[in-house]
Each structure stands twice: as structure tokens, then as C-alpha cells.
């Protein structure tokens, strides 16, 4: 990502949007399972752009031979993806999937089980669900609409999206296939491209200020002295969001203005 000046036309939701696109750039001829409305439009910006060869699915049992809106029903069906074949291409790795998190900690360790003790949490969340057997298996990134010490923590409470440090302490059964691609939140982009896979900063999105980052996160968190910022959609990019994956303009419910 470059950085660049960002026009006053283009939203926060719009530089998400663009983010976390990016996440499937190069992939090929993977499964995008995008969770959340951001990663959804995503998802379709991509494959109507960089990604051609992206596959997408009705959210349910089909894929999808076009791009519908986010919402709408697609009028072309490419193939039958039942959850058994959905299965099997995530124990291949043929799926990059981009999860949320409730917790998330410097080494991509992710939590959507519970807060506190797990014996006895002081707030019930989502469960493990399939969050290990994903992140041992594809690729996978993450999407946080909301940046805050309460997301970006020193630990998670519980393990379930399986991070760098925890897969290397498990051996090389977890580390063979293990890939955290991307953080996307609505501050900013990540990875963990370190020698230690400490999360780092890519690019702040337009507008955000390092002293904004810090206070917003729960850890120490390294920022470049000349750190780029999250690339500006580009006006077909604007139209193809606006006019044909969100005309609704979903994804601006979706991350609010601070």
C-alpha cells in the first residue's frame, strides 16, 4: 500500500472496503469467505477486479458464477458447494477466510468464545466454532470494525483462532499450514511479517494518528516513522462499491465515524 492524499469524497468504510480486498489479491482459485459486511463487498470488489478468479458462494450451499449486491440474491450459479465439499477445501487449504474477532492479541491469537474465565466468563460469546481447524488449515485474515483496547489485547481470555506463538509452541502439525494474511480494522491495516510474528503496522488509514492507534490498542505497538497510508480506492473502485456491490451503503453502518 502507498501512500497517498485522500480525497474528502472517499468514506472510512470506503478505505476498509479497499483493505480488506487487498487481503485476496494474488490468491487465485481459493474460496473467499468473507463474515461481515465490509469483507462481503470486499470479497466482490475483488473478484470484480484484481481477483477474477476468486470464488464466492451464496452464503449458504452454491457458488455464485456473478457478482450480485451485497443482500441480492445471485442470478447465476456456478456450482453446488454442500458443507462436506466446503470441508474439504478448508482441510486443503483451498479457502482464505476472513474472520472477526472479539479479542485479538500481538501474536494473531483470536477469541469469539467468552470474556473472563472461560469456568465461569463474565460475558458469553459466539464459541470456539470452526476458528482453530480455520486458521491451521488456510489462510486467513481478520476484520475489526470497532479498534479498541478492548479488542486489541495483551492476551485473549481463550484461545480460538489459533496465533503464531501458540501454533509454534504446538509443533509443526500447527505451524505447517498456518497463515494469519491481514488485520483490518477501522484504523488501520496489519500483519505479522516480524521475525518474532508480532503484529506491525502496513498502513493507517487516512485521517488516523499514531497517538490515536496507541491509545486504541492494548499492547505496544510499533509505529513506522514514515507509515503509509491505506491506499485510495480508485474511482472505478468507488463505483463498483457504490453502484454495484453496495448500493444500499451498508458499509457505512458497518464502521462508524469516531
Keep these: 500500500m502507498t501512500a497517498t492524499t485522500a480525497p474528502s469524497t472517499v468514506s472510512r468504510a470506503e478505505y476498509c472496503v479497499v483493505a480488506c480486498a487487498e487481503a485476496w489479491r494474488g490468491d487465485g482459485e481459493v474460496l473467499a469467505s468473507p463474515m461481515g459486511t465490509v469483507p462481503s463487498i470486499a470479497a466482490r470488489l475483488a473478484r470484480l477486479t484484481f481477483a477474477p478468479d476468486l470464488l464466492l458462494t451464496d452464503g ?11 443482500g441480492a440474491r445471485s442470478a447465476v450459479t456456478e456450482g453446488w458447494l454442500p458443507y462436506r465439499r466446503h470441508l474439504t477445501m478448508v482441510m486443503g487449504g483451498r479457502r482464505h477466510v476472513m474472520m472477526g474477532a472479539s479479542q485479538i492479541d500481538r501474536f494473531g491469537n483470536q ?6 474465565d472461560w469456568r465461569r466468563p463474565t460475558r ?6 470452526g476458528a482453530p481447524v480455520n486458521t ?3 489462510p486467513v485474515s481478520y476484520w475489526i470494525p470497532r479498534h479498541s483496547p478492548r479488542v486489541f489485547v495483551e492476551r485473549v ?11 509454534a509452541a504446538a509443533g509443526p502439525s500447527a505451524t505447517r499450514f498456518h497463515e494469519l494474511r491481514r488485520v483490518v480494522s477501522d484504523l488501520g491495516v496489519f500483519d505479522f511479517a516480524t521475525p518474532d510474528h508480532a503484529m506491525r503496522v502496513v498502513s493507517l488509514h487516512p485521517g488516523v494518528t499514531p497517538d490515536e492507534l496507541h491509545e486504541a490498542t492494548g499492547f505496544p505497538l510499533q509505529v513506522p516513522l514514515a507509515t503509509p497510508r491505506t491506499r485510495t480506492p480508485s474511482p472505478h473502485e468507488l463505483h463498483l462499491i457504490r453502484a454495484v456491490v453496495d448500493p444500499s451503503g451498508l458499509r457505512e453502518r458497518e464502521v462508524r465515524t469516531r
Design 124 to 129: 458469553q460469546l459466539l464459541g470456539v466454532r
Design 111 to 116: 477469541n469469539i468464545s467468552c470474556v473472563g
Design 60 to 70: 449458504e450451499a452454491l457458488l455464485t458464477g456473478d457478482v450480485p449486491a451485497v
Design 136 to 138: 491451521l488449515n488456510n
Design 157 to 167: 481470555d481463550m484461545i480460538c483462532g489459533v496465533g503464531y506463538d501458540s501454533a
